[in-house]
């Protein structure tokens, strides 16, 4: 069967959801059509790991977007796209041909796999919905789960789990955790949460390989030894989903992601690329390709609106957030311990804003537990590392 659509998303997630809200911005009756290969319309993919299982009112119904009732987007599900033509502007799914006016390629990324350790019924590499739900009813039996990775997703489900009741065991490569990232200090208070909540933690560790049988997991150890466990969990990131657009001839970058302009199209005509997939000229931070909500939805907005002839370029430098255990963080740019560090404290109690220095240059900005509602503090932490001044700390600091 063959389908024409003015506009075509390849990919359902964060971007297609706010994408297909930023076409209608501007066009009101061009046909949308949105090819996702899971089987869930557009959802916000962070409350896997944080609200599913922080807050016993929201469930899985709660995370509707809602996106083909508000923009009439035809959402095709279960369906993954396995060639693109930009000669005939059409791509491919399985018998089907469906061809674009103008096309995005909305992919995301695949979770970075541990060698030879197969998903499986006990291994779940975390990533969609499907992931959740399966990853709750193992949880049920409160089994013994190693986690593996200490980012974002690895510590955020390690949380959930010990929550649940699960016997958990986090396995991280750095010293302390998140000790690449944060400084000592709050280095330290993070792996404090982590141990009061009752988890184990295996630091200076990376899984190189496992299996998995009806009893539970082995996994390999890089120090030769072995780690048993009932269930593990992989969150060691993403790596972006390039293969059409490979295969397509289209431009990517050394960051592994497709090469866009400040317009965010790609080097084939009438093809743009956004979200975790996509590698942009940020304003500030130069070429970048980021794994984040902010970044998802703001250059998915755009991204719609350039598509139905917006002439505006993307100028949003994206910031980062995690919430676990009752601390909240968020980051601009990079966080490298091993850069000069300068901390300051405030504006409420047991906030912190980290700028690290690199020579006159500020390379990035972490926010502990400064207020989640406070803009002014993400502005005043793009305008250090635009301007390499720390003056203007954030938002009510006195320093
Ligand atoms: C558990 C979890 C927690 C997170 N928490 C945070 C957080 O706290 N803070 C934060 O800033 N960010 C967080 N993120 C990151 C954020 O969710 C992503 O940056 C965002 O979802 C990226 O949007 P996207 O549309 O680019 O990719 P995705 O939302 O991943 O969507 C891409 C979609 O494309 C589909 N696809 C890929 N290839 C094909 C194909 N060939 N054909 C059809 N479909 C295809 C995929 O199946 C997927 O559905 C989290 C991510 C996860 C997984």
Not at 184 to 200: C, H, R, V, Y
Request: with cysteine; aromatic share 6%.
């Amino acid at each position: 069967m063959h389908r024409d659509f003015d506009y075509v998303i390849v990919g359902g997630g964060m971007v297609a959801d706010s994408a297909a809200r930023g076409i209608r911005e501007r066009d009101e009756t061009g046909s949308i059509a949105i090819l996702g290969e899971e089987p869930t319309a557009p959802f916000p993919r962070p409350a896997l790991s944080k609200k599913l299982w922080t807050d016993p009112e929201f469930t899985v119904e709660n995370t509707a977007l809602g996106t083909d009732e508000d923009t009439g987007a035809t959402l095709v599900l279960d369906t993954r796209v396995t060639a693109i033509d930009t000669e005939a502007k059409q791509v491919t799914a399985g018998e089907d041909t469906v061809g674009y006016g103008r096309l995005l390629l909305a992919t995301g990324g695949h979770p970075t796999q541990v060698e030879g350790l197969e998903a499986g019924d006990r291994v779940v590499y975390f990533r969609t919905l499907g992931d959740y739900l399966h990853l709750r009813e193992l949880a049920d039996d409160k089994p013994r789960v190693a986690v593996i990775g200490g980012g974002y997703i690895g510590t955020e489900i390690a949380a959930a789990l010990a929550w649940e009741k699960c016997e958990v065991v986090l396995v991280h490569p750095d010293a302390v955790l998140n000790g690449t990232k944060f400084p000592a200090e709050l280095a330290s208070a993070f792996e404090a949460l982590f141990t009061d909540a009752g988890i184990e933690i295996q630091a200076e560790r990376a899984v190189v390989g496992g299996s998995s049988g009806l009893d539970g997991v082995t996994l390999a150890i890089d120090d030769g030894s072995t780690l048993n466990v009932d269930v593990a969990v992989v969150g060691l990131g993403i790596e972006p989903a390039t293969e059409l657009a490979a295969a397509a001839g289209l431009t990517l970058g050394d960051d592994g992601g497709i090469v866009v302009d400040e317009h965010l199209a790609t080097s084939a005509p009438d093809v743009w690329a956004a979200g975790d997939v996509a590698s942009y000229p940020d304003r500030i931070l130069g070429r970048s390709r980021v794994e984040h909500v902010d970044n998802a939805t703001t250059m998915g907005a755009a991204v719609g609106r350039i598509m139905a002839g917006s002439d505006e370029t993307y100028d949003h430098t994206p910031y980062f957030y995690s919430a676990v255990l009752g601390t909240r963080y968020e980051a601009v740019g990079t966080l490298d311990s091993t850069l000069e560090t300068e901390v300051v404290d405030g504006p409420e109690d047991g906030a912190r804003t980290v700028h690290y220095r690199d020579g006159d240059a500020v390379a990035g900005v972490l926010l502990w537990n400064v207020s989640g509602e406070d803009a002014e503090a993400r502005d005043a932490a793009r305008e250090a590392i635009r301007t390499g001044r720390t003056d203007r700390v954030s938002a009510g600091s006195s320093a």
